[in-house]
């Protein structure tokens, strides 16, 4: 009888947690997804992403399912200067595979006044409306490297910037009290040769009061040596945010080759908003997909004869999903 009980405990704790799980939004980019010139971007070029991918089921429209999500807000694609001489987003055939199309993002020059070059999906609250925040927020997509990017294993010094995901709990350019972001992206421990690995990090941003240095301050911060990014495949990344503080709070990501096993690059337990902030509200914007750098990486890769150029495909947003590994 005592077996029976925990039992029906336990399928009722999973049925809750599969039932408390919401897809929010899937694309693969396919046919009827396309990109258009967005008149209110923050520079000239700047996109939105249209239409409907039949390829998945619902929700699956750029517009009906994000802009009019209560949760989700208003997505573009922003560069914040340059021309498509220098950076570009487009909807391309996956070069390996003709009956699949794929996001891509490509940058040969340092677009953001000459400093660094910058490429990104903004999923961002919308201006003036006070949206409700994700208190766990799971997202998964595919991501392939082209080859000429194992040119950055060559790079001559150590890097940590070279962002492909962001995560803003609060943001500082509307004068929130209480901003934080966690970044994840690519980078090299090492001088001369060195393999690519996953870099994840969090920041609290202080305004200089109380004479705290302007600027941000770092909360936490890895890189995972043990597992390297893959080049010239396709793989997926899945990571989860449990808005938290350093004993609720949580970071999970995975990375899976595409016929390989899932393989955990992190699971951190600490701050996921701002260390001061007494009520934090949820996650209301964050970067889904990104390409930001410094001018040396860029200009490296072009004296090289190369880019910097990231795929993405089969983007998934979810709230209140869990990561299967490691709960």
Same mark, same amino acid.
């Given at each position: 009888?005592?077996?029976?009980?925990?039992?029906?405990?336990?399928?009722?704790?999973?049925?809750?947690?599969?039932?408390?799980?919401?897809?929010?939004?899937?694309?693969?980019?396919?046919?009827?997804?396309?990109?258009?010139?967005?008149?209110?971007? $923050?520079?000239?070029?700047?996109?939105?992403?249209?239409?409907?991918?039949?390829?998945?089921?619902?929700?699956?429209?750029?517009?009906?399912?994000?802009?009019?999500?209560?949760?989700?807000?208003?997505?573009?694609?922003?560069?914040?200067?340059?021309?498509?001489?220098?950076?570009?987003?487009?909807?391309?055939?996956?070069?390996?595979?003709?009956?699949?199309?794929?996001?891509?993002?490509?940058?040969?020059?340092?677009?953001?006044?000459?400093?660094?070059?910058?490429?990104?999906?903004?999923?961002?609250?919308?201006?003036?409306?006070?949206?409700?925040?994700?208190?766990?927020?799971?997202?998964?997509?595919?991501?392939?490297?082209?080859?000429?990017?194992?040119?950055?294993?060559?790079?001559?010094?150590?890097?940590?910037?070279?962002?492909?995901?962001?995560?803003?709990?609060?943001?500082?350019?509307?004068?929130?009290?209480?901003?934080?972001?966690?970044?994840?992206?690519?980078?090299?421990?090492?001088?001369?040769?060195?393999?690519?690995?996953?870099?994840?990090?969090?920041?609290?941003?202080?305004?200089?009061?109380?004479?705290?240095?302007?600027?941000? $301050?770092?909360?936490? $911060?890895?890189?995972?040596?043990?597992?390297?990014?893959?080049?010239?495949?396709?793989?997926?990344?899945?990571?989860?945010?449990?808005?938290?503080?350093?004993?609720?709070?949580?970071?999970?990501?995975?990375?899976?080759?595409?016929?390989?096993?899932?393989?955990?690059?992190?699971?951190?337990?600490?701050?996921?908003?701002?260390?001061?902030?007494?009520?934090?509200?949820?996650?209301?914007?964050?970067?889904?997909?990104?390409?930001?750098?410094?001018?040396?990486?860029?200009?490296?890769?072009?004296?090289?004869?190369?880019?910097?150029?990231?795929?993405?495909?089969?983007?998934?947003?979810?709230?209140?999903?869990?990561?299967?590994?490691?709960?």
């Amino acid at each position: 009888m005592l077996n029976r009980f925990f039992v029906a405990v336990s399928l009722l704790v999973i049925s809750n947690i599969i039932f408390s799980q919401q897809l929010l939004f899937n694309s693969g980019f396919e046919k009827g997804t396309r990109l258009a010139p967005i008149s209110h971007g $923050h520079a000239d070029g700047d996109l939105e992403i249209l239409g409907k991918d039949l390829s998945v089921s619902e929700p699956n429209d750029w517009i009906a399912d994000i802009d009019e999500n209560p949760l989700l807000g208003d997505i573009e694609l922003q560069y914040q200067g340059g021309d498509s001489t220098m950076r570009f987003a487009k909807i391309i055939d996956d070069p390996g595979n003709e009956s699949n199309r794929v996001l891509q993002f490509w940058t040969q020059y340092p677009n953001v006044r000459g400093k660094k070059t910058r490429i990104q999906a903004n999923l961002f609250e919308r201006r003036g409306q006070d949206m409700p925040g994700i208190y766990e927020l799971y997202q998964s997509v595919q991501v392939f490297l082209p080859e000429e990017m194992n040119l950055l294993k060559n790079y001559p010094d150590k890097f940590g910037w070279l962002t492909i995901f962001e995560v803003w709990n609060n943001i500082q350019w509307v004068d929130d009290p209480y901003p934080f972001r966690i970044t994840i992206g690519i980078g090299k421990a090492t001088k001369g040769y060195g393999s690519l690995h996953f870099v994840m990090g969090a920041e609290d941003y202080e305004y200089g009061n109380a004479g705290k240095k302007r600027g941000y $301050h770092q909360v936490w $911060h890895q890189m995972n040596k043990e597992i390297e990014v893959p080049v010239g495949e396709w793989f997926t990344i899945e990571y989860y945010v449990k808005e938290g503080d350093g004993e609720t709070g949580r970071f999970f990501m995975l990375m899976q080759k595409e016929g390989g096993e899932k393989k955990v690059i992190c699971d951190i337990r600490n701050f996921t908003c701002n260390t001061r902030d007494p009520h934090p509200d949820g996650i209301t914007l964050w970067n889904p997909i990104k390409l930001y750098t410094s001018k040396n990486l860029v200009d490296y890769m072009r004296e090289n004869n190369a880019a910097l150029e990231i795929w993405w495909d089969d983007l998934e947003i979810w709230k209140d999903k869990i990561p299967e590994i490691n709960n």
